[in-house]
C-alpha cells in the first residue's frame, strides 16, 4: 500500500464514521427540529464532499467467482415481496429526461441490442446484510454516451414503477461496473428484483440500486431518493 492510498484510506474512514454515527433510517420528528439534526446534515453534506474527492474513477469494486453467488438471492424494498410491481416487458418503456439530445424512449429489446456486460458482484444494505450476484445489461457510460447526455452534468436521477427514486453523481454513473441490468444469472430480471431494467451499481449501497426504472435524467438540479430525503447519506459509497 502506497503512501497515498494509507492517506486516502485514513480519510474515507473518518468519512465513514460521520455516517456510522447517524441513525440508519426514520428519524424522530424531535430529531428533526433541533440543532443535532442541522448538525447532522452539514456532517452529511461534508462527508459527501469528501467521498467525492476520494472517488476514484478507475478503482473497481470487488469481483467474485460463480461458486460465490448467493442463492435464491434477497429481496428489499420499502414494502413486502408480493407487493413487487409487475411491468409487462412486452409494453415496457424506460422514459428520457434532462440534459439529453435523444430523448426518445427505450424498449427492453432496443437495451438488449446495446453492447452487454456482466459481472458478479456484491450489493451491500444498509440494514446489515450482503449478497453477491451476477448482473448483466448495457453499461450506463455506453447508454450516456449513446443518447447524447451532457456528460457535463452532475447527476443522473432515476424514478421507478413503484414510486422509488434515487440519483447518483455523473463520475459514479459513468464508472465502467455502473450498468443497466436486465438479467440476473443470464435470465430477464424477476419482478421484485427490478424487472424489466434496474440500475446496478457496485461502487455504491443498495439502496442507490433503483429497481424496475421507469424513468433516467441527466441533470444539474439535485434530485435527492426516497431514502435520500429522510436522512441516508446521499453519496453512499460502497
Ligand atoms: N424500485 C425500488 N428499488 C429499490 C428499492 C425499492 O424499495 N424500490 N430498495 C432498494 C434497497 S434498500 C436495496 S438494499 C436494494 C435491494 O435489491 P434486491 O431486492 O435485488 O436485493 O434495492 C434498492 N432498490
Ligand atoms: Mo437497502
Redo the contacts with the bound molecule.
Sequence with gaps: MTPTNRRNLMFRAMALGAVTTLPACKMTEADNSSLTDQFKHAMLAWDDKVQEALFDPHTLAPTFRPDQITNP???????DISQAPVVDPATYTLALGGQIQNKTPWSVSALNALPQHSQITR?I???GWR?I?QWSGVRLSDFLRHVGADLTCKYVSFK???G?Y?SIDMPSALHPQTILALNFLNAPLTP???APV?LRIPVK????????LVHLAVTNVYPGG??EDQGYDWYSGS
Excluded: I, M, Q, T
Aim: proline share 9%; glycine share 10%; hydrophobic share 35%.
Design positions: 438471492p434477497r429481496f428489499n424494498a420499502f414494502y450489493l444494505c444498509v440494514e449478497v450476484g421507478c414503477a413503484d422509488y434515487s421484485p428484483f427490478g434496474r449501497l443498495g439502496f442507490k440500486n433503483p429497481k424496475s426516497y431514502w
